[in-house]
């Protein structure tokens, strides 16, 4: 009998690390280990972590030192480094973190069992020098599909090495589909999940250092995003969640740029799936098929997470991006116009070189205008390797703090406004958890996991988690929605009139840290 080795995999960051992780995690799976949910039952520690801004890179750093501390205690014998900041800093990781076992790069992916095993046994992984992954791929995205051995995480094995499953794989682990489907197994039981749309980024925003090392922008095959949706209902699933540094562009490297516009029907019509929700979304590529069709679709959430990160047009090309407050509130009029239950949420910077008093203010204007249903603000810092790091007029980290603080509470007053706009309106809510603690809780169709707030039942009497219910908004507390459960939605006396979809409610600001900082607030989610 081959001996047991245990895993954990440890996640941090944004949803597509959490698809990275259950990548891995069906590798491993299909390769003999047993996954394990505590790092303290684990022979290995897995850490996926993320490498965007300061705060989330030493939130990786103590994650790696609190899973180090168990090789003291517990089962643990290594602990493995692995994602985006192992991605961007390579060498530079392994020398000033020590505790780190190994840190493994995406080129390590589809050798991770190996990789794990190796270090199991007491060898050394040499950790990767860190390159320029957007130099990887041709520069025409037409070139990239099939021409390529780059190993791209959530796309399985390289184009030119297909990957072919295990003969008998475990229960639960996603099989090959094709040349590009990766291996999956969950990593949780919610109703929800992540499908990746593609990996990478060809925009070049002045703050921001993602596409440096997750590389150029690709999409997967649409074959392969449907049938990995097909499967995640079989796992229970309910609604799926479309992931990537830009859905905006997903097709672009395969001929077809509205290539979202027919790909959402279809997995929207996958027997089991109650609700398709597109993430990451570039205002200056919204085009009007991609509205119509996001607003118009029975199960596909008339959702829009819009990236604006500022209003002001000399801010915003400074950040090397396009629009403006008149056309960014065009977009919204258009949206509303089709949907006028849609949820709109955005992410905002303060404090970027160069920012006036008079910005600043067309800013707050912006947002007064705007009525955003959640907002996420944070301070600018200079990351590295970013052109906006060498900028000068660089404003004190005082103004700065000054005018994240000031924004912060204009969001929550702004928020909490249209959240108490929703009470009286019926929602399609999915059903979440059900538990003794926090009731029963769920979200509406314009509320994304872990951002958006959430819908609080007042009673979780005949509510079960995975189910999706009606509901009448009755009242606010915070930034979270009350509800009270009227009826299944398959049980609806007349399913042809249509439901609201309701509000999301909250301002994202980070409340576990003191405001007056320059540091970013929600730091990942500021790289769209």
Request: charged letters at 25%.
């Amino acid at each position: 009998m081959p001996e047991r080795r245990t895993v954990a995999l440890v996640t941090l960051g944004c949803a597509r690390n959490e698809v990275d992780s259950e990548e891995l995690a069906g590798r491993l799976a299909a390769d003999g280990w047993e996954l394990v949910s505590e790092a303290t039952d684990a022979d290995v520690a897995v850490v996926n972590t993320c490498g965007f801004v300061e705060a989330a890179k030493k939130d990786s750093v103590d994650a790696l030192l609190e899973a180090n501390d168990l090789k003291d205690h517990g089962r643990t014998q290594a602990v493995v480094a692995v994602g985006c900041m192992a991605e961007r800093y390579g060498k530079e990781l392994a020398e000033a973190l020590p505790e780190a076992d190994g840190v493994l790069g995406f080129d390590d992916y589809a050798d991770i069992s190996d990789r794990l095993q190796t270090i199991l046994n007491g060898g050394i992984h040499a950790s990767h020098t860190p390159r320029d992954r957007r130099k990887l791929l041709p520069l025409s995205p037409a070139e990239r599909q099939g021409a390529t051995d780059v190993a791209l995480p959530g796309h399985g094995a390289p184009a030119e090495q297909p990957e072919s499953a295990p003969a008998d794989l475990p229960a639960g682990v996603a099989p090959v589909s094709g040349p590009r489907a990766p291996l999956r197994r969950r990593l949780g039981t919610s109703p929800v999940a992540s499908v990746k749309l593609a990996s990478g980024c060809d925009r070049r925003c002045s703050f921001c250092a993602i596409p440096s090392f997750r590389g150029s922008f690709i999409s997967r095959r649409p074959s392969d995003v449907l049938g990995e949706t097909r499967w995640l209902a079989e796992q229970g699933v309910k609604e799926v969640m479309l992931v990537s540094e830009n859905n905006t562009s997903y097709g672009k490297d395969l001929g077809d740029i509205r290539l979202l516009e027919t790909l959402l029907p279809e997995l929207a019509a996958v027997d089991g799936i109650e609700r398709v929700r597109v993430s990451y979304l570039q205002p200056a590529e919204m085009r009007p098929g991609l509205i119509d069709v996001l607003t118009s679709t029975p199960k596909v959430a008339p959702y829009f997470d819009l990236s604006f990160q500022h209003s002001a047009p000399g801010v915003l090309r400074s950040m090397r991006r396009f629009g403006d407050t008149e056309r960014f509130l065009e977009l919204l009029e258009t949206i509303r116009s089709k949907a006028p239950e849609a949820g709109v949420r955005s992410n905002f910077i303060v404090g970027f070189p160069g920012e006036s008093e008079q910005d600043f203010a067309e800013l707050e204007g912006f947002l007064t205008r705007a009525r955003l249903d959640a907002i996420g603000v944070f301070g600018y810092s200079d990351e590295d390797g970013t052109e906006a790091a060498t900028y000068e007029n660089k404003l004190d980290d005082e103004v700065i703090g000054e005018r994240l603080a000031h924004l912060a509470r204009l969001a929550e007053e702004l928020t909490a406004q249209r959240a108490e706009e929703r009470i009286g309106e019926t929602l399609e809510v999915l059903v979440e958890s059900v538990d003794g603690e926090d009731g029963a809780v769920g979200r509406a169709a314009h509320q994304a996991p872990e951002t958006d707030g959430q819908v609080v039942f007042t009673a979780r009497e005949g509510l079960v988690p995975g189910r999706m219910v009606v509901a009448k908004t009755v009242g606010t507390e915070g930034v979270d929605l009350l509800a009270d459960y009227l009826t299944d939605l398959a049980d609806r006396e007349d399913p042809g009139v249509p439901v609201s979809a309701g509000v999301p409610v909250g301002a994202l600001v980070d409340r576990g840290r003191p405001a007056m900082t320059a540091q970013g607030i929600l730091g990942e989610e500021a790289g769209r």
